[in-house]
């Protein structure tokens, strides 16, 4: 406790799917994260609350199995718990599986911290008919117990209560040594020996021997923190190998067996279960028989993505057209109240054009995020993986990765975000770069305009293998990213499969909020930044030498008589000026001086154009293209004229080449500013794009070489 | 290494259990840090699995252990040595 300013600082702690961040939700009556996500930092899930004029300090810790530092969240537990000694560590249970739970429990009695426990999600419990003697099980592991159903609220206050008790003393917390065989026992002694000599006086009882079991465990990260007394460390290696070769077994798996044989004491002792004395299976059970049945298991999940993404893309345009109406009517009313120039022309056309093309995206994240919560919290998502995870593992992919590729066919960004739910570091990174590849809608109106204009008698087929190509790259670049580029262990797959449980609506829906309202903060920054710079490269130079003085022509022809032949020459005559100030914009310039890059792929100045604009937004290069060639910047890939006007443009080989390469180059800007924030860093965003544009860039050319090899 | 070995010829692994079979773990192989993981499951010496289901084409699959679901690849379930039942 840190003295007279009355904070008390209470740790959270407890394994996955115990209920422990609905609990710290429920606590502080925050709604900051519902699930608990890799990466979630810790000051993030800091929360002060009042309690009897104390403030306690919620600190949420990632949800963990053991203390082992088998993994970071492992080891950010326990490095928390060790360096920053909060005043209560509050173990968080799942009272209807206790044998495991309390496995950490033994952990976290061994480092000798003040302990309160909350018997969490009790009302299962009780519904399988277990029940438990309180006073015996505060007996054993040395602090209070509370039960506790953090979505009910029940049994808070009491908890509460508990905490600052013990926290100030009034509610003993004692401590416990967990009994082992006498041979560990020996050798916890020697060790403790041997640890006394070298850190004399510095370290009491407990300490001592916490720090022997680590050591007889062999835990790395404590190893290489005794790294100086080699001695020491030698000596242990010893004793591990003789312990290990009396009872043909490791040192580590004793310590487990132990652990687990003294919760079961325990539990034979303080717990009651009767028969339940109906005999059926439970709801999981059932469940389970029919979501992981051998035939219809497989069609139920695709049926159920099926409703996702349509629900996704196709109930999202009602929302997005409101948007749509919304910012065309900001639009209409920004260029009515602000005077013509250049703020005018930078808010319309640079900021509102470009945030409003992104914000368009959010009826689609939020709806996806629903589905994706209401899976993850009933616990389908991991049914889900278990059953993806043959065909994803043949790329090196976790079973989990199966979604965020499915959902990259409506748009890279959700896709991105949906990658979270991967607990594994590199697997996780490996989704998350593999995921741009999958073609999104956006890209659609591309290969539409393309197909149309190039291969009009097979344009369902070309669109086709430019979905199918997406599949093969995202794979084998998944492939090469794993054996290459993506450092470290593929974790083994070993998940555990929660009970179903029944979302709180509030849940869903808060879980929905904060990943729209995180989409916003952050994606907006960048995709505002890059708008107003791609709307510069558009507009300026301002003052441009005109070919021709379009203003003097337009100025005759409007002085005509109105004849469909004047307004026609009038509407050309505006395009023709609308191509030249492209060409003479710095993005055109830049085109122009890009485009020898290009060349071996048969681009023209106007292709690389169109791609430099299709970075704000694949669609944009239909627009782009409308522009340049002397059409109306409102034509789409349906287009008739549009078509004719660029058939003549390439040859086929061009033509298919210039698809690979749309298809594949750089993610978009909200694609990329959602992998800078996913993936933790503009160095993996950088890299998505030099990798993509290497990858477009190569295949464009193979079609090339083999399209000249071929005619 | 001996001893390693002739409890890989004595005893099989929890990936050769079929469908509803029960086992009792004698050890866990394939490294300390996949060990380390499952023992802090619960599987540990002594512990009993039953599979529960199989994904299709049969792996990855799922086991019952002290009462919760868990799923483990092939090649994870293929260390985790049981005993011979009598």
Known sequence: MSGNNKIITVALVGNPNCGKTTLSNKLTGSRDSVANYPRVTLTKNEHDIHYRGWTLRIVDLPGIYSLTSQSPEERIGRDYIQNMQPDIVLNVLDAGNLDRNLFLTTQLLEMGCPLVFAMNMIDEARSKQISFDLPALSFMLGGAVVETDAARGEGIEALLSAIVDTAIGKKKSRLVNLPYDHHLEQAVACAQCRIAALHPDSMDEQQSRWLAIKLLEGDEDILSRENDHSALIEAMEKDRQILARQHSEEVDAMFAAARYGFIRGMLAEARQMLPDPTGHKDLTQRLDALFLHPLFGLPIFLVMMWVMFESTFSLGEIPMGWIDAGVGWLSDLLSVLIPAGMLHDLLIDGIIAGVGGTIIFLPNIVILFMFLAFFSETGYLTRAAFLMDRLMHIFGLHGKAFIPLVIGFGCNVPAVMAARTIESDKARLITILVSPFMSCSARLPVFILFAGAFFSDMAGTMVFIMYMLSIVVAMVAAIFLGKFVVTGVSEPFVMELPPYRMPTLKGVIYHMWEKAANFLQKVAGVILIGSILIWFLQAFPQNVEWDKDYDAQLMALEMQVQTPYRDRQIVLLARERAQERMRKSYLGQIGTAVSPVFAPLGFTWKDTVAILTGFVAKEVVVASYAVLYNQDEADTEESASLRSAISGSMSQVTAFAFMVFALLYAPCLATIAAIRREAGGWRWAGFSVVFSLTIAYSLAFVVTLLGAAMT | ?86
Not at chain 2, 34 to 46: C, D, I, P, Y
Request: zero cysteines; proline letters at 2%; a positive charge.
């Open chain 2, 1 to 86: 290494m001996q001893e390693t070995r002739s409890d890989n010829e004595a005893g099989y692994s929890a990936a050769e259990l079929k469908l509803g079979q029960h086992g009792v773990i004698s050890s866990i192989q394939g490294g300390d840090s996949l060990r380390r993981r499952l023992n802090a499951l619960g599987m540990v010496k002594g512990a009993e699995l039953v599979v529960a289901h199989a994904a299709p084409m049969g792996d990855p699959r799922s086991y019952i252990i002290l009462g919760y679901q868990v799923s483990l690849r092939k090649e994870e379930a293929r260390n985790i040595l049981l005993q011979v039942a009598n």
